[in-house]
T-cell receptor, first 114, second 113 residues
């Protein structure tokens, strides 16, 4: 069965500093991988996704993520964080067979300090 | 207007009451989902529907039921609400291309006293 682990419940970074949010997944084959962001009082918005091909994917708002099959990881990165990036971030894995169901990690809340 | 609209956005109710959360979408997607969000648990799938005649249980369907009234409408019911159903509920849609991107409503916050 597929599963997603986000080891960090919350992270605090200074504005302008770099960011890396960790995500590890468990899935028997090559999965679909996603990062979503949830701003306070809002629904989730897709930041980026990986299906195949180049393992470094670019997303919206200056985010990128790298798929590492050997480590079963899909970490999210941003070189310079802005105060508006404060939100909760969810990594998710989708199955390619048996219908399409997406499993989410528990989320990492990002705090940005001035 | 939002592509995926949920009503109500907030609801406080009492134990034992019947509650319906409604979702409508203008994206033209065939697939619709109900998720529940709890702090520290992420989002968990309650039910999903791939078309009007197709309803499937997710990982936490006990205590919930759904109705797919039309392609654009998918409602979630709690027949007899209990306090541990207090949560933030999200409706989502996706299209048939099987890429899996989900489009979310803004959520319905339910409190059961």
């Amino acid at each position: 069965a597929q599963s997603v682990t986000q080891p960090d419940i919350h992270i605090t970074v200074s504005e302008g500093a770099s960011l890396e949010l960790r995500c590890n997944y468990s899935y028997g084959a090559t999965p679909y991988l996603f990062w979503y962001v949830q701003s306070p009082g809002q629904g989730l918005q897709l930041l980026l996704k990986y299906f195949s091909g180049d393992t470094l994917v670019q997303g919206i708002k200056g985010f990128e993520a790298e798929f590492k099959r050997s480590q079963s990881s899909f970490n999210l990165r941003k070189p310079s964080v802005h105060w508006s990036d404060a939100a909760e971030y969810f990594c998710a894995v989708g199955a390619r067979t048996g219908g399409f169901k997406t499993i989410f990690g528990a989320g990492t809340r990002l705090f940005v300090k001035a | 207007d939002a592509d995926v609209t949920q009503t109500p956005r907030n609801r406080i109710t009492k134990t034992g009451k019947r509650i319906m959360l409604e979702c409508s979408q203008t994206k033209g997607h065939d697939r619709m989902y109900w998720y529940r969000q709890d702090p520290g648990l992420g989002l968990r799938l309650i039910y999903y529907s791939f078309d009007v005649k197709d309803i499937n249980k997710g990982e936490i369907s006990d205590g919930y039921s759904v109705s797919r009234q039309a392609q654009a409408k998918f409602s979630l019911s709690l027949e007899s609400a209990i306090p541990n159903q207090t949560a933030l509920y999200f409706c989502a849609t996706s299209d048939l291309t099987n890429t899996g991107e989900l489009f979310f409503g803004e959520g319905s916050r339910l409190t059961v006293l």
